[in-house]
């Protein structure tokens, strides 16, 4: 089983700084013959279901503000929201759908400094 | 606009069962893998299980914690999944999301969620 470890626990960031989230996976989950990585990011905000924002670790979600962009490839991917804006306030998960069981991050919360 | 509507939650004793039902709309439902995903209060998010298309056999996976208690099935004719849980435990006490993979990931929309409770 691919096991998703997620850093920091939580953050708080200023208004407008850079918010930078870590995700590690336990082993690779780049599928060559494809050329992708079976990772997704997703933000929970207070009482709402998830909600997608970013697959194969660094392609946006139609609508996702572009201040929010994933990256990495392999076992280690980092999601960054450019400028914190207020409504980001959330926490956020890694996911990896490359094999099953899937799994995901911890989650990491972000909040406002 | 896709929709994804559970329904079928509530209170239920050990030992017990429940069927938790979602209804979709707004996507070729036939097109899509369906799964659940479960979240324990205050807890993060845990996968259960997934059924993909008939194309594909309806295959089904589950996570090892609900395997051979828990069972999903799909019915492409009223665009709806469901979830059979069986012999619950106070740990399967969550809100249970119903999820649609369209080729992004494998839960690229989310219903609302609702909420199972396993209590005597």
């Known amino acids: 089983d691919i096991v998703m470890t997620q850093s920091p626990d939580s953050l708080a960031v200023s208004l407008g700084e850079r918010a930078t989230i870590n995700c590690k996976s336990s082993q690779s989950v780049f599928y060559s013959p494809r050329n992708k990585n079976y990772l997704g990011w997703f933000q929970q905000k207070p009482g709402q279901p998830p909600k997608l924002l970013i697959y194969?670790?660094?392609t946006r979600e139609s609508g996702v503000p572009d201040r929010f962009s994933g990256s990495g490839s392999g076992t280690d991917f980092t999601l960054t929201i450019s400028s914190l804006q207020a409504e980001d306030v959330a926490v956020y998960y890694c996911?990896?759908?490359?094999?099953?069981?899937?799994?995901f991050g911890g989650g990491t919360k972000v909040e406002i400094k | 606009e896709v929709q994804l509507v559970e329904s079928g939650g509530g209170l239920v004793k050990p030992g017990g069962s429940l069927t938790l039902s979602c209804a979709a709309s707004?996507?070729?439902?036939?097109?899509?893998?369906m799964t659940w995903v479960r979240q324990a209060p205050g807890k993060g998010l845990e996968w259960v299980g997934r059924i993909k298309r008939k194309i594909e056999g309806e295959t089904t996976d589950y996570a090892a914690p609900v395997k051979g208690r828990f069972t999903i099935s799909r019915d492409d004719s009223e665009n709806k999944v469901s979830l059979q849980m069986h012999s619950l435990k106070a740990e399967d006490t969550a809100v249970y999301y119903c999820?649609?993979?369209?080729?992004?990931?494998?839960?690229?929309?989310w219903g609302q969620g609702t909420l199972v409770t396993v209590s005597s």
């Open positions: 996911q990896q759908y490359y094999s099953v069981p899937l799994s």
């Open positions: 707004g996507f070729t439902f036939d097109d899509a893998w």
């Open positions: 194969w670790a660094s």
């Open positions: 999820t649609a993979g369209h080729g992004m990931s494998d839960s690229d929309s």
